[in-house]
């Protein structure tokens, strides 16, 4: 099962939006809706952003929100802040019963 | 609050064998299913394997078919991975992660524990 493809970095200035996009194909984005994205601070343990493509955890920023169109999610974070500077992965159930990540995106608060 | 703590990381040769645990505290551990995620040097995250909230299913990825096992114990909140003919390809950072449900293992990850690193060298 190969990775889900994300871009490798994104950036943008505080106060803006910016959108991570997460590819996967009918075998796994596509065909379920249980995509996740999970917001990673280097030798932190990851947190959970976003379930079943678009539903937030209680305590997580209404700032952040997801969405899905045919094989492709995406994660968008309105009112960028400083804080939300880290690594993002999405991951997708998939027709072999197993679960696969995106490659990850870094997100770069200029 | 809802914590989980991973041990048994370390140094082991190429062939050898490892036994990691996460000890999960903070909420009705039988009631979840468990997960073990892994961070290779560099890379990102890729799911090893998963089992439900009884222990009743297992799941594994392609990578470790064969060679791990994972494992719980809901009487003492532990989650197991028992890891045999390690390669080096195998060496990472490895997370105890929980479900947000009992059977469907795969929906989302809402607690992660802080990891614990696995090398295998010779």
């Known amino acids: 099962q190969s990775a889900l493809t994300q871009p490798a970095s994104v950036s943008g200035s505080p106060g803006q939006s910016i959108t991570i996009s997460c590819t996967g194909t009918?075998?796994?984005?596509?065909?379920?809706?249980?995509v996740s994205w999970y917001q990673h601070y280097p030798g932190k343990a990851p947190k959970l952003m976003i379930y079943?493509?678009?539903n937030r955890p209680s305590g997580v920023s209404n700032r952040f929100s997801g969405s899905e169109s045919g094989n492709t999610a995406s994660l968008t974070i309105s009112g960028l802040q400083a804080e939300d500077e880290a690594d993002y992965y999405c991951?997708?159930?998939?027709?072999?019963?197993?679960?696969?990540f995106g490659g990850g995106t870094k997100l770069t608060v200029l | 609050e809802e914590q989980l703590l991973e041990s048994g990381g370390g140094l082991v040769q190429p062939g050898g064998s490892l036994r990691l645990s996460c000890a999960a505290s903070?909420?009705?551990?039988?009631?979840?299913?468990m997960s073990w995620v892994r961070q290779a040097p560099g890379k990102g995250l890729e799911w090893v394997s998963a089992?439900?909230?009884?222990?009743?299913?297992?799941h594994y990825a392609d990578s470790v078919k064969g060679r791990f096992t994972i494992s719980r114990d809901n009487s003492k909140n532990t989650l197991s991975l028992q890891m045999n003919s390690l390669r080096a390809e195998d060496t990472a950072l490895y997370y105890c992660?929980?479900?947000?449900?009992?059977?469907?293992?795969?929906?989302?990850?809402?607690?992660w524990g802080q990891g614990t690193v696995v090398t295998v060298s010779s």
């Open positions: 992660a929980k479900g947000r449900y009992a059977s469907n293992w795969y929906a989302a990850f809402d607690i």
């Open positions: 991951s997708s159930y998939t027709t072999n019963s197993t679960l696969v």
């Open positions: 089992i439900s909230g009884s222990g009743g299913r297992t």
């Open positions: 079943e493509v678009s």
């Open positions: 009918s075998s796994d984005v596509g065909g379920y809706n249980y």
């Open positions: 903070g909420f009705t551990f039988s009631s979840y299913a």
